[in-house]
């Protein structure tokens, strides 16, 4: 391949509108209003196509039909349209959506698979986008979707659960006899059936259960396979540079395509990424100097687009959470004894690691188990953080051992081990609320010296669990990302956390 990136999915039809009076026009408004999407949208590639019916996005490049961005009602409008799809790049949306499509689910939890919706994947995203570009004071466009239940800080993942939920708690209407009997009747009055008065809640129910929308979009595209699918490079002339996209509120979501070989392809993907998070550091920093500066007064930076950036570590890493949990711990004994007289079996077995064990560098290690419900269902996950622990407390030798506090609203069990192989044969119990502070004020109260404290938890916390726990030294291995309401606890308390989530796509 001549260069790492995705494949370009149109041609550029109209380069002439990058030096257009209404796109200048749009860029000073977006500046001067949402300056940190200003900045990501200069590095990054605007196509002007005929073959896209409004905007775009494939998460790579931004793709814009020249009429429907003329045609808007306002300069801000146009600046409303550049900063959506920008968006769209920055959390990743295409990526993400492609990679669901690719594995088949959603989200497991616990037993349970939560089913893909590409539709109603882009649907969240538009929301939380819409709402964040509203605050920034830029000219919302009505066909697009907004609801004001939803936050420009929220998690696109939260609201996709929302609205599935929302979804599966609509009444499946039963047709009568009559209606059975004259179906070719119901099928011209109203096959859709919604009648929901909000247009966006309209909007979101027609596209959200019916696969034939984008079926037919589809089909309505095909005329342009011939003449598109070799544009940007492609020489496969089977990939359809429509395949899989959906269309929901102003714009369309594409699916981004790669050429060459399997491992080409994969660099090719990586190379995307980090291009894309360094124009998000770039943008976050240029932004806080800015503000420092005194020259704009701005909306604070969205969590989702803070969290995208790579230092806040948004961004895919390469390096595994027990990595990260394993960095955490040796810097607590750093500079301490170690010896290679015997090898770490069960890291070896687990993770085909092979590192020296410290001697001596630690007194106790303490683990808190939250024994909520909603921690306890993700098994798999509690099964591999259990046993990441072990290996641990095999690897550290502390001198009096370990301690496992299990812990709800209150303390229900404590347990002393000397060895991974009996931490791992205590029985977890299930049942109680989420209140981590009882494990930290127990230890306080009987005593308990330790050289480390890792909870495991899904930090459904208050704000004084979370400031009591980072006030005691304590680290969060969290089973899942919180929300929005626990998750601005979790950032305002400084707490040091790990996402301990072996899946890739978790948000």
């Known amino acids: 391949m001549s260069k790492l990136r995705a494949r370009q999915l149109f041609?550029?039809?109209?380069?002439?509108?990058?030096?257009?009076?209404?796109?200048?026009?749009?860029?000073?408004?977006?500046?001067?209003?949402?300056?940190?999407?200003?900045?990501?949208?200069?590095?990054?590639?605007?196509?002007?196509?005929?073959?896209?019916?409004?905007?775009?996005?494939?998460?790579?490049?931004?793709?814009?039909?020249?009429?429907?961005?003329?045609?808007?009602?306002?300069?801000?409008?146009?600046a409303f349209l550049l900063a959506h799809e920008v968006s769209h790049i920055v959390l990743r949306h295409p990526q993400r959506g492609k990679a669901f499509m690719d594995r088949g689910y959603f989200r497991q939890v616990g037993p349970k698979q939560i089913s893909y919706d590409s539709g109603l994947f882009n649907q969240a995203a538009d929301y939380v986008?819409?709402?964040?570009?509203?605050?920034?004071?830029?000219?919302?466009?009505?066909?697009?979707?907004?609801?004001?239940?939803?936050?420009?800080?929220?998690?696109?993942?939260?609201?996709?659960?929302?609205?599935?939920?929302?979804?599966?708690?609509?009444?499946?209407?039963?047709?009568?006899?009559?209606?059975?009997?004259?179906?070719?009747?119901?099928?011209?009055?109203?096959?859709?059936?919604?009648?929901?008065?909000?247009?966006?809640s309209t909007t979101s129910g027609n596209r959200s259960s019916n696969d034939t929308d984008d079926q037919d979009q589809n089909e309505t595209d095909q005329d342009h396979t011939d003449e598109d699918s070799d544009q940007g490079g492609g020489s496969d002339l089977s990939n359809d540079p429509m395949e899989d996209s959906t269309t929901e509120g102003i714009d369309t979501h594409l699916v981004p395509q790669y050429d060459g070989t399997e491992e080409e392809q994969e660099a090719s993907q990586r190379e995307d990424t980090d291009r894309i998070a360094d124009a998000v550091d770039q943008a976050i920093d240029q932004v806080q100097a800015s503000r420092d500066r005194g020259e704009h007064n701005q909306p604070e930076i969205a969590d989702g687009l803070i969290g995208a950036s790579r230092?806040?570590?948004?961004?895919?890493?390469?390096?595994?959470?027990?990595?990260?949990l394993a960095d955490r711990v040796t810097r607590v004994s750093a500079g301490q004894e170690s010896t290679w007289s015997r090898i770490n079996r069960r890291r070896y077995i687990n993770t085909g690691v092979i590192a020296p064990s410290r001697v001596g560098s630690f007194d106790r290690v303490v683990t808190t188990m939250d024994t909520s419900y909603s921690v306890q269902q993700y098994a798999d996950r509690v099964e591999s953080f259990m046993t990441e622990a072990a290996s641990l407390i095999d690897t550290l030798a502390p001198a009096s051992g370990a301690t496992l506090v299990q812990c709800g609203h209150y303390v229900t069990q404590v347990d002393e081990v000397m060895s991974g192989d009996e931490f791992l044969d205590i029985n977890i119990v299930e049942g109680g609320g989420t209140y981590m502070a009882s494990s930290v004020e127990w230890l306080e109260e009987n005593g308990i010296e330790h050289d480390i404290h890792l909870i495991f938890t899904d930090g459904e916390m208050g704000a004084d669990d979370y400031r009591i726990c980072a006030e005691s030294g304590a680290i969060l291995v969290?089973?899942?990302?919180?929300?929005?309401?626990?998750?601005?606890?979790?950032?305002?308390?400084?707490?040091?956390?790990?996402?301990?989530?072996?899946?890739?796509?978790?948000a």
Request: aromatic share 8%; hydrophobic share 35%.
């Open 11 to 78: 041609t550029n039809d109209h380069p002439e509108q990058a030096n257009s009076k209404p796109y200048v026009k749009a860029l000073i408004i977006l500046q001067a209003k949402a300056q940190v999407y200003y900045s990501i949208l200069a590095n990054t590639d605007v196509i002007w196509t005929d073959a896209i019916a409004t905007g775009a996005t494939d998460g790579v490049y931004v793709y814009l039909n020249k009429d429907f961005f003329r045609g808007l009602a306002s300069d801000s409008q146009r």
């Open 129 to 200: 986008i819409n709402a964040d570009l509203v605050k920034h004071d830029l000219e919302f466009i009505p066909d697009g979707l907004l609801d004001a239940d939803i936050d420009r800080n929220q998690l696109v993942d939260d609201v996709y659960m929302q609205l599935v939920k929302k979804q599966d708690e609509q009444p499946k209407q039963k047709p009568t006899q009559e209606n059975n009997d004259d179906s070719d009747d119901d099928n011209k009055d109203g096959g859709k059936g919604n009648s929901q008065g909000d247009n966006s």
């Open 311 to 324: 230092r806040n570590g948004g961004t895919a890493s390469a390096t595994d959470w027990r990595a990260e």
């Open 478 to 506: 969290l089973v899942v990302m919180p929300d929005h309401y626990y998750r601005q606890n979790l950032i305002a308390s400084g707490i040091d956390y790990i996402l301990a989530n072996d899946d890739p796509l978790a």
